[in-house]
């Protein structure tokens, strides 16, 4: 099984501060994580991927995240953060261990609100 | 457009009617997905495609719902006998190959359809 945990549901920053955006993960095997922003009535964008390699990977907008294989984790990050930043953000897994599967499973999301 | 395609974007229908969703995925993508994303909650996988052949719909909550994806392009998403818990966001979401390879192409979605149901 391949769970996300993301156990904070709102994240409030102000301009141009540093943000973090925590995330968790469980998978049998070796995972695949990714983030996705998503706006108001509208569908997910893919922010950035962890596939293999530098555990630091950097994404669209800015944004960076660190795998952390002993912690379970793929923190979202950004050292300065914008009003238009303020979306809703989801981390998501694939266990690639599990031959054929190829579905994500997300996280509750995180509302991110950065204040002016 | 280039991007994936959902219609309606709204749905309002009775409690025990059937409803179809259309999606168009980006041209030439291979693998097509379906999520339900419920209030507050993250998207929840149902169904998977590649070109036609649906490979897995282990996250199908019930026989009610059905997918099909007959010429490897355009997917319907069906929901038979609604009910009131069949309200959500439905999204679609296409990448441009399958297996390993597609790891590297990220799932592109469209804004999905909102259920209603009364």
């Known amino acids: 099984a391949q769970s996300v945990a993301q156990p904070e549901d709102q994240v409030n920053v102000a301009e141009g501060n540093p943000l973090t955006v925590k995330c968790t993960y469980s998978?049998?095997?070796?995972?695949?994580l990714f983030w996705y922003v998503q706006y108001p009535n509208r569908g997910l964008q893919f922010l950035l991927k962890?596939?293999?390699?530098?555990?630091l990977v950097k994404g669209s907008y800015g944004f960076e995240a660190e795998f952390n294989k002993s912690q379970t984790s793929f923190h979202l990050k950004k050292p300065s953060a914008l009003v238009s930043d303020s979306a809703l953000y989801f981390c998501?897994?694939?266990?690639?261990?599990?031959?054929?599967?190829?579905?994500?499973?997300f996280g509750t999301g995180t509302r991110l609100t950065i204040i002016p | 457009g280039a991007g994936v395609s959902q219609s309606p974007r709204y749905k309002v229908a009775k409690r025990g009617q059937d409803v179809a969703l259309r999606c168009d995925p980006i041209?030439?993508?291979?693998?097509l997905f379906w999520y339900q994303q419920a209030l507050g909650q993250g998207p929840e996988f149902l169904t998977y495609?590649?070109?036609?052949?649906?490979?897995?719909k282990s996250g199908l909550p019930s026989d009610r719902f059905f997918a099909e994806r007959p010429e490897g392009s355009v997917s319907t998403l069906k929901i038979q006998r609604t009910q009131q818990e069949d309200s959500a966001v439905y999204l679609c979401?296409?990448?441009?190959?399958?297996?390993?390879?597609?790891?590297?192409?990220?799932?592109?979605f469209g804004d999905g359809t909102r259920l209603s149901i009364l």
């Open positions: 041209s030439g993508h291979v693998s």
């Open positions: 979401a296409s990448s441009l190959v399958h297996g390993d390879r597609g790891l590297w192409q990220p799932q592109h």
């Open positions: 998501a897994v694939r266990d690639i261990s599990n031959f054929g599967n190829e579905k994500l499973t």
């Open positions: 998978v049998s095997g070796n995972p695949y």
């Open positions: 495609f590649q070109n036609e052949a649906q490979l897995d």
């Open positions: 962890y596939i293999t390699g530098d555990n």
